[in-house]
């Protein structure tokens, strides 16, 4: 580990560019986090560990490198996120859908693709999802899985509506106004929760990390 950048510092630790083994990487340490909140940055560590091996090889997810019980180091993709590259492209979203289907059939959902920092226009023009932490990948695809996945789709379709909503077909459409069960529960019981601890709290927003050019998920 040679050349370091410090792209951004939290309650939950550090994340960093590094040079590994001739490597542009990105280097997620939880050893300066918060001594109160340290044992949920680890467990997010090793959540995103988990994800990323299972999704191992998945063109347009980073690949997992290394990982202990304080860091974890993944691959590094260049371009810019969704905020600031703004796709207009029908062809971003049809790719988006496709990698979005691979991830479900191997059993994972994203969970946190209202963000738009964690999706990313690579410098070719393609999509890659970012920053895993509240990913899940169970065993089985069970009643729980298949709403968040449904979750997973609608967030994208947002994103679609935002950009590029002249190409929304009919059934997206339907989907956008029909959240699942456990989206409309979390909006009225945990939502205002989570914001206010988030936002008013840890100081937080869902572009954070938007000058990184994508490299903190």
């Not at 920092?117 to 298949?146: H, I, K, M, Y």
């Amino acid at each position: 580990m040679t050349d370091s950048r410090l792209l951004k510092k939290d309650l939950f630790g550090e994340v960093r560019l590094i040079s590994l083994a001739g490597r542009i990487t990105i280097l997620r340490d939880t050893a300066s986090a918060s001594i109160w909140l340290r044992w949920l940055a680890r467990a997010l560590l090793r959540r995103e560990a988990r994800v990323l091996a299972a999704l191992d090889d998945v063109d347009g997810v980073p690949d997992l490198l290394q990982h202990s019980r304080t860091q974890l180091v993944r691959g590094y993709i260049p371009g810019e996120p969704m905020q600031t590259a703004r796709p207009r492209n029908l062809d971003y979203y049809r790719q988006a859908m496709a990698l979005l289907r691979v991830l479900h059939r191997r059993r994972v959902v994203h969970n946190d693709l209202a963000k738009e920092p964690n999706l990313l226009v690579t410098d070719d023009g393609r999509p890659a999802f970012l920053d895993f932490q509240l990913g899940w990948a169970p065993r089985r695809r069970g009643r729980l899985f298949r709403a968040l996945a449904y979750e997973d789709l609608r967030h994208l379709l947002k994103h679609k509506r935002s950009y590029c909503p002249e190409a929304l077909t009919a059934r997206e459409r339907r989907i956008l106004e029909n959240p699942s069960l456990p989206s409309r529960a979390w909006r009225r019981t945990v939502k205002p929760v989570y914001l206010f601890v988030t936002r008013r709290l840890l100081g937080w927003a869902d572009r954070e990390g938007a000058d990184d050019r994508g490299a903190v998920g």
